[in-house]
């Protein structure tokens, strides 16, 4: 393929880091031709395939901020046409194979070259990482190149694998991560030089780091759970199994997100900041057309819901959104009198706020949901209301805030989970509302994969206001798509592989483990 020696070889892996890691390992400037695979070492990976991670989590998924009901399209741009009706081709949102495979590329290269030297704490979070990014490639694409992906000019053409066997691997390499993180030699200093200053998420900490690989499992356990309210498991995955392998630290909770922050300035700015507001250059984001869906707007109005004005920053005249798919050329709704998404919640200093891989947001909804299907124990109820606090608190706002937004909302099932029609049910909608912007393919997994359907997709009508909720419809080509085709260049440079798994119908062809 086009891409093929940078995706699947780990030769020249170290050129993609978005972050050049040179002298201050966050050079984005650095010429990347003075890093090769010879002189390159996991001190010099780690920190700029972070970043390039956080870069992907905050900017690859416009189009599923719009399907979800969050964001839309200024009634003052072009209309994306691709996006607003479905009708796509091989060459729709390539960036998200691209960006990933380059990534985990990086991650795999210093896999080895730490295993070359003993670098145990360097190899676990290579591999959690490389989990990361191909647990989002299987739940965009289904089956992918995986057990011969960066074999370099020994499979230049590395056939796909099953999302399910994919799946299984990712929790063997969890396990392996563990296992290295426990071992207290294989995580020594003197065997893993800098990593104090190489790890810009969690310092080195192996505490914490098995705290992301007990949420990063708890993440693909949940994804083999479907329904709203059912128990239905897909089969072959011995879930007790996982469970058991969920170690005594627990998962990612309060005030512990997988944050980085290299030191984000107006003239490096943290990535959210760099697509939707201004550049390194000063020069306005080429997604200025970004806006707040008037769904979500309303949604939020609905409830009194103060998070409202941590995601979206309100014209002059008050918040107002544009319903995605509205024709461009409406003179009401310009740019300039809807909300942006330029806001503090996400941008709490600006050009120089924290970015984000994995919050503590999502897993406390994580943990609220795996208790109410009776994965791990504690109190679904007790959990939930954690989680919207943690969620009010990320955001910038208090725990009073959001006592006050639950204690409003009493008797109403999208907060109470008392409520008739609550439980499960509240805390998938919960978990709409909290993570606006944060992981938006995490929600739209939760879409697929139960039969709860939050957001305002073109051809799903919401009742507003109230609770859009309502049984998946049949497929139609008005309903989100359930993946996305492979990129264009599968088709150019792996073309045999590729073929082998058939026509895509992106309304038909599910993910392993949609089972609705």
């Given amino acids: 393929m086009k891409f093929k020696n940078i995706l699947y070889s780990t030769t020249v892996a170290a050129v993609l880091l978005l972050g050049s890691c040179k002298k201050d390992k966050f050079d984005i400037n650095a010429n990347p031709d003075d890093v090769t695979d010879v002189s390159v070492t996991p001190t010099v990976l780690l920190p700029g395939a972070l970043q390039t991670t956080s870069a992907i989590v905050a900017t690859d998924w416009d189009f599923l901020q719009m399907w979800m009901g969050y964001w839309a399209r200024s009634g003052s741009y072009q209309s994306l046409t691709d996006i607003e009706t479905y009708r796509f081709t091989n060459s729709f949102q390539n960036q998200i194979w691209n960006d990933l495979y380059a990534n985990a590329n990086n991650y795999n290269l210093m896999i080895t070259k730490a295993q070359e030297n003993g670098a145990g704490t360097y190899e676990a979070i290579g591999r959690i990482m490389k989990s990361h990014n191909f647990q989002i490639l299987v739940d965009v694409y289904n089956n992918v ?60 900490n192996t505490a914490a780091w098995k705290r992301f690989a007990n949420t990063l499992r708890l993440r693909l356990i949940m994804h083999l759970h479907n329904g709203a309210s059912s128990t239905q498991v897909v089969p072959g995955f011995d879930i007790a199994e996982q469970v058991s392998k969920i170690t005594s630290e627990g998962f990612i909770g309060s005030g512990q997100s997988a944050h980085l922050n290299p030191g984000f300035v107006a003239t490096k700015p943290n990535p959210f900041y760099r697509a939707y507001v201004t550049n390194e250059a000063g020069t306005t984001s080429q997604r200025d057309h970004i806006r707040a869906n008037a769904y979500a707007v309303e949604y939020y109005e609905w409830n009194g819901d103060p998070r409202l004005s941590r995601f979206f920053v309100a014209p002059s005249g008050g918040h107002l959104g544009i319903t995605f798919g509205t024709p461009s050329g409406n003179d009401d709704l310009i740019g300039s009198n809807l909300s942006t998404v330029r806001a503090p919640g996400y941008l709490p200093a600006g050009a120089s706020s924290r970015a984000w891989i994995l919050t503590s947001v999502e897993s406390m909804f994580l943990q609220a949901e795996a208790a109410e299907r009776g994965v791990i124990t504690g109190t679904a109820k007790d959990l939930l209301n954690a989680a919207i606090t943690e969620s009010f608190v990320w955001l910038g706002l208090t725990a009073a805030d959001a006592d006050d937004y639950i204690t409003g909302n009493a008797t109403y099932e999208d907060v109470d989970y008392d409520a008739p029609g609550g439980g499960l049910f509240t805390i998938l909608t919960q978990k709409w ?56 260049g599968e088709f150019n440079y792996n073309a045999e592989n590729v073929a082998a798994e058939g026509t895509v119908n992106v309304f038909t062809n599910k993910i392993f483990w949609d089972l609705n």
């Fill in 145 to 204: 190149p995986y057990f011969d992906a960066f074999k370099g000019t020994a499979v230049p053409t590395p056939k796909y694998d099953k999302g399910e066997d994919i799946y299984r691997d990712l929790f063997a390499q969890l396990d392996t991560a563990v296992m290295l993180l426990n071992d207290a030699d294989a995580t020594s200093a003197a065997l893993n030089p800098e990593i104090a200053t190489a790890d810009l998420v969690y310092k080195g």
């Fill in 433 to 488: 509302f909290a993570m606006n912007g944060l992981a938006a393919y995490e929600v739209w997994t939760d879409h697929r994969r139960t039969d709860v359907v939050i957001g305002a997709p073109a051809g799903y009508k919401p009742n507003i206001p109230g609770p859009p909720i309502s049984v998946e419809p049949a497929n139609t080509a008005t309903d989100i798509p359930l993946r996305l085709l492979y990129p264009q």
